[in-house]
Nanobody, 119 residues
Framework: QVNLVESGGRVVQAGDSLTLTCDAN????????IGWFRQAPGKDREFVAA??????VYEDSVKGRFTLSRDNDKNAVHLQMNNVIPEDTAIYYC??????????????WGQGTQVTVSS
């Protein structure tokens, strides 16, 4: 079983950059597909991006601004967020699963990290 912990969330201004990290213990993340989701106040949780062994996918609103990468040496996954906008404000969660369908069906979740983008 893998345990996930997100970090890196903070208050930033529109146009800034920040990196969220999903650290894992209990298992190696190389065995899993990793997804990032977010939930804004009053809204449903939505898919942001995910990475498998062979591909990376992004939700349309973050494509070209966010980059997802694995850090196998540190057993972590990073979500680089560039040119953030106020609509990116949300709690961001990382999640893990052991198949390659990336947009849903995750069984392991972290506790979330808050990102707030001021205009």
């Amino acid at each position: 079983q893998v345990n996930l912990v997100e970090s890196g969330g903070r208050v930033v201004q529109a146009g800034d950059s920040l990196t969220l990290t999903c650290d894992a213990n209990g298992d190696t993340l190389r065995r899993y597909s990793i997804g990032w989701f977010r939930q804004a106040p009053g809204k449903d949780r939505e898919f942001v991006a995910a990475i498998s062994w062979i591909t990376t996918v992004y939700e349309d609103s973050v494509k070209g601004r966010f980059t997802l990468s694995r850090d196998n040496d540190k057993n972590a996954v990073h979500l680089q967020m560039n040119n953030v906008i106020p609509e990116d404000t949300a709690i961001y969660y990382c999640a893990a699963k052991q198949d390659s369908y990336l947009r849903s069906g995750y069984g392991y979740w972290g506790q979330g990290t808050q990102v707030t983008v001021s205009s």
